[in-house]
């Protein structure tokens, strides 16, 4: 999942997945434990952002 954070905004805590940031930018890849499923299997993953709420956020998710 990629995430363009604007303004003041932050993404303060995520789970069952690994971000990483540049810029603005923010990507969640696959935990180490959750990377490979077995087909018709599924995950989840979440986050908490912080700061003002300009407009709703873009996200972008594809497999890897």
């Known amino acids: 999942m990629t995430r363009t954070l604007s303004g003041y905004q932050s993404t303060s805590q995520v789970w069952n997945g690994m971000p990483s940031a540049s810029g603005s930018t923010?990507?969640?890849?696959?935990?180490?434990?959750?990377?490979?499923?077995?087909?018709?299997?599924?995950?989840?993953?979440?986050?908490?952002?912080?700061?003002?709420?300009?407009?709703?956020?873009?996200l972008t998710c594809a497999p890897v």
Do not use: E, H
Request: hydrophobic share 30%.
């Open 26 to 58: 923010v990507t969640v890849a696959n935990a180490g434990y959750n990377g490979a499923l077995p087909g018709g299997d599924r995950t989840t993953f979440g986050f908490t952002a912080t700061g003002p709420i300009c407009s709703p956020p873009t």
